[in-house]
């Protein structure tokens, strides 16, 4: 069902005013009547239908003479509260019959309301780490890697080294501050394998030259195995006396020089596995 229009109230006019008047009449008349009721009970009920209809037509036109012009056109009228929205200061109603706002101007909705712009919360900064740096592993076998070791590592590259040349080394470690002896068996005396056919010596003594002292407690090891032959291995170098020590007495002086020269006869994979063993588990 369509909704009826909405008719705004008819103006006040003269034949109006005539209504108005008579009103008026009816309401006094009215009046006059209530006041003589109080001597004749009869009068009471036709005063108080003349008080009645007189302020019933009375009010009727004030009621019309009053919004007629406020109501001449219903889109005309503005609530209080759409200036303020529009942010044009103190409300006002408009004049009669203009609309309080052209049809095509749209509220604001951001003058409304103070939205505020939505903030991502800060993230936390984190530090980023870098990988630490790994050594790479050198590929070839010179005399500065020897420098890098530690004693620990010193003394696997030699028991690793003298069981590539056929030999079984049985190591005795000298303890914490490194250095080990290598007991030598042979792999194919059928006999006596229980006493070694020789003996080995390792210690890096790093940044220092060997005398006599450091070989001489070999040459009892010798004695008291009753060997031939035994080999001190060392980073460092030896003196030239150590060395004449050594060589009468049928031990191999091997310095840094002597054992890159016996690495360098190991196959290329025997190589990189003595490179493996240099710089392992420190």
């Not at 007991?183 to 030259?209: F, I």
């Not at 002292?213 to 001190?232: C, E, G, N």
């Amino acid at each position: 069902m369509a909704a009826r229009p909405h008719t705004p109230p008819a103006p006040a006019t003269s034949s109006y005013l005539l209504v108005f008047l008579i009103g008026l009449l009816a309401f006094g008349l009215g009046v006059g009547l209530l006041i003589l009721s109080f001597e004749q009970r009869s009068l009471r009920l036709p005063g108080a239908a003349c008080v009645l209809l007189g302020v019933i037509v009375c009010g009727g036109y004030l009621t019309n003479k009053l919004f007629s012009g406020l109501y001449n056109d219903p889109l005309a009228y503005e609530p209080p509260w759409a200036q303020l929205g529009r942010g044009e200061g103190l409300p006002r109603l408009p004049a009669p019959g203009k609309l309080a706002a052209p049809p095509a101007a749209p509220v604001a909705m951001e003058k409304l309301v103070d939205f505020p712009e939505p903030v991502a919360p800060p993230r936390p900064s984190v530090p980023i780490s870098k990988p630490a740096a790994r050594t790479a592993t050198p590929v070839v076998w010179t005399a500065e890697l020897f420098d890098r070791m530690s004693p620990h590592q010193f003394d696997a590259v030699c028991a690793t080294l003298f069981a590539q040349s056929g030999l079984e080394a049985r190591v005795q470690s000298h303890g914490p501050a490194g250095g080990v002896t290598l007991w030598l068996y042979s792999r194919h005396t059928q006999t006596d394998k229980n006493n070694p056919v020789a003996v080995a010596v390792c210690r890096l003594w790093q940044g220092q030259t060997l005398a006599v002292r450091q070989i001489d407690p070999l040459v009892a090891m010798m004695t008291a195995r009753q060997l031939k032959r035994a080999t001190y291995a060392t980073a460092s170098t030896f003196t030239e006396d150590a060395r004449k020590f050594a060589k009468d007495n049928g031990i191999n002086a091997l310095d840094r020089s002597g054992l890159l020269a016996l690495i360098a006869k190991r196959t290329p994979l025997q190589q990189q596995t003595l490179l493996a063993q240099a710089f392992g588990k420190r």
